[in-house]
């Protein structure tokens, strides 16, 4: 009888930790940052959630992240340049993000609605960033040091001159 029990615990116990790795290996890095990610960003100023203002909407973006070593290159449907980072050598869920930096008369066009002949302008950009894989969920956290935009005040912020506004882009992702 405790021959059996014992055998019956030890099936019970490899099976759980099958179960558990499987899953685990499935969210795995660093191929974890592979892939296709669909989801939003949302601004931010401060603590100020622009969206939950009402006075900038989510933007929709699908993001592709590839792997190579620890090295990560993420493609970005509204950005039309790539982020590269490093995963982080003490948490494999981190990738920490290059700083970007636009060169002089380098200008990041993304479509917009509020912004003047429907297209927002970014120049003389500095920020970095990072992602945090969480399984198939990828939160992302850029950070803008300085920048200039097309725009004016929305609400009560001025966004024509970012480098004093503490203003962050937050992104949710999805891998479907």
Do not use: Q
Not at 46 to 71: F, K, R
Not at 128 to 156: Q, R
């Amino acid at each position: 009888m405790k021959k059996s029990i014992l055998l019956f615990v030890i099936g019970a116990t490899t099976l759980a930790a099958g179960l558990v790795g499987c899953k685990t290996k499935e969210c795995e890095n660093p191929t974890g940052f592979s892939g296709t990610f669909n989801g939003t960003h949302k601004v931010f100023i401060g603590t100020a959630d622009l969206a939950a203002l009402n006075l900038v909407t989510p933007i929709a973006d699908v993001i592709v992240g590839s792997v190579s070593g620890s090295n990560v290159t993420i493609g970005s449907d509204i950005l039309p340049i790539d982020l590269t980072g490093t995963i982080s050598a003490s948490n494999s869920n981190i990738v920490n993000l290059d700083s970007l930096i636009l060169g002089a008369g380098d200008t990041i066009r993304i479509p917009s609605g509020i912004a003047p002949n429907g297209t927002l302008k970014i120049y003389d950009l500095r920020a970095g960033g990072t992602g945090t894989l969480d399984c198939k969920t990828l939160t992302t956290s850029l950070k803008v040091k300085a920048g200039k935009t097309n725009l004016g005040a929305i609400g009560p912020f001025d966004l024509s001159n970012l480098a004093t506004l503490n203003l962050e882009l937050r992104g949710t992702f999805t891998k479907p």
